[in-house]
């Protein structure tokens, strides 16, 4: 297996090129993170799955990966102009900080159970208004902003003249003119198509900062560029984020960016397709998000029972994230077969009888389908096909058995190679829900038992609440 056989399709290029880190082996990596002013849904979840798999694929490849990924708590404003985080402050009547890091937390909790990996530096958005208002201030001194009712805004046609705003989405500024959605402050704009980098704040918003223009508060594009500019530099390798940040969101990043430092940020854009249900995308302001939590614990309106993270996120995996994906029960089911197959073929595996000679033969076989199972990887980290290729290796697994001659070295090698491509790039803890685990449920429910034959009830209640928050529903009889 070879690093440099790696291609990624790059968004900014709509095509799949060779990667190659600008910096010798490291590798920069920026993918937008959530705002955190309510629960992410599952569609959320697939996002961040994916750069996961992204980052744990980079990493095995010996790249010394540095992943940024922000937190949004503060200017993500919704249509109305009104921000996000403290609108929900007000309504839950908590300070918005604690809106932040309450859904902060409760994010992280939800992707520890679905086994991403934390990345190496998660900036907060408030913690960098001084680097966004010195970005402001550059941007006015070359006469790419300008202020307006203390208000700040970047201006797309002097822009123009530098870069063509929008090539990232390929919209043309005809376009993005007739379809300019952000309609607070038109009248301090010079064109509505400009967008805010500074918002002066009303006496009724919570979260501002002092600012040479006002008392304000930060556009939400521009945390972005001034948190992947501190962390990675200039000029850095990779930047995603799902596909409806596009536009406007990444192509603002990339005007501020090259505004700022005259070079384009990133080197890849990737982005993520959308998770849908019934076909429609999966979205916190339409009535169709799913959460995680209300899916391992089976209590929704969408699905029969309880599902498993580990089901939920083989099931993202097996389709690319480039594809949309639609959700529906049939499907995890066909998933969560597919994963206990994973689980029996390993165990086949284990309990081959082996030798103390090697058998060149299968060896170089087992090496052949490791090369097809990485050239999938390579090929834009295509999930799909590796799943496919690891559920073809159950032919030589059947070879084996019936050729009755394996080695050590050939039964250690394939399953090492499980690992590698099961564990820790997939990240599907699939030992996680081994036999072991079926035995601990197996005494755990004796003891309940046991518990409600003594009428102990407080016990029972307790290990059945426990097992429920853990995704495991108990069925009583009686
Ligand atoms: P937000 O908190 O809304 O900024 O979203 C966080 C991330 O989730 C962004 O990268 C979005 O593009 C992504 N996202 C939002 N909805 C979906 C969806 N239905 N499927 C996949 N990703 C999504
Ligand atoms: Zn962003």
Known sequence: MNSKDLHIYNSLTSSKEKFKPLKNNRVGMYVCGPTVYSEVHLGNCRTFISFDVIFRYLSFLGYNVRYVRNITDVGHLEDSGEDKISKKAKIEQLEPMEIAQKYTNSFKEVLNKFNVLNPSIEPVASGHITEQISIIEDLIDKDL????????????????????????????????????????????????????????????????????????????????????NKYLGEEFDIHGGGIDLKFPHHDC???????????????????????????????????????????????????????????????????????????????????EKGLNRLMEMTSRLNDLQVSNIDNDKIFFKIKDW?????????????????????????????????????????????????????????????????????????????????????????????????????????????
């Open 145 to 228: 902003a300008y202020e307006s009712n203390g208000s700040v805004y970047f201006d797309i046609s002097k822009y123009n003249k530098i870069d063509s705003y929008g090539k990232l989405s390929g919209r043309d500024l005809d376009k993005i003119k007739s379809n300019s959605r952000d309609l607070s402050n038109q009248d301090d704009k010079k064109n509505n198509f400009d967008f805010s980098l500074w918002k002066k704040a009303d006496d009724s918003h919570l979260m501002k900062w002092d600012s040479p223009w006002s008392k304000g508060f930060p556009g939400w594009h521009l945390e972005c560029t001034a948190m992947s």
């Open 370 to 478: 490791e090369k097809k199972c990485f050239d999938c990887l390579n090929d834009d980290f295509n999930t799909p096909m590796l799943i496919a290729e690891i559920f073809n290796s159950s032919k030589l697994i059947n070879e084996i058995y019936t050729e009755g001659d394996c080695g050590e070295r050939e039964k250690r090698y394939f399953l090492d190679l499980f690992d590698i491509f099961l564990n820790k790039i997939l990240g599907v803890d699939y030992n996680k829900s081994n036999s072991d685990n079926d035995s601990i449920l197996e005494i755990l429910l004796g003891i309940r038992d046991k518990a409600r034959a003594n009428k102990d009830f407080e016990l029972s209640d307790s290990i059945r609440d426990q097992l429920l928050k853990l995704g495991i529903r108990i069925n009583d009889k009686d």
């Open 253 to 335: 990043e990339i005007a501020q960016a090259v505004g700022y430092t005259g070079k384009q940020p990133a080197k890849f854009w990737i982005h993520t397709n959308m998770l849908t249900l019934n076909n429609k995308k999966m979205s916190k302001s339409l009535d169709n998000n799913i959460l995680p939590d209300d899916l391992f614990s089976g209590e929704n309106n969408f699905f029969s029972k309880p599902y498993d993270p580990n089901v939920i996120r083989f099931f993202f995996l097996q389709a690319h994230y480039r594809n949309e994906l639609d959700i529906s029960e049939s499907a995890i089911q066909a998933s």
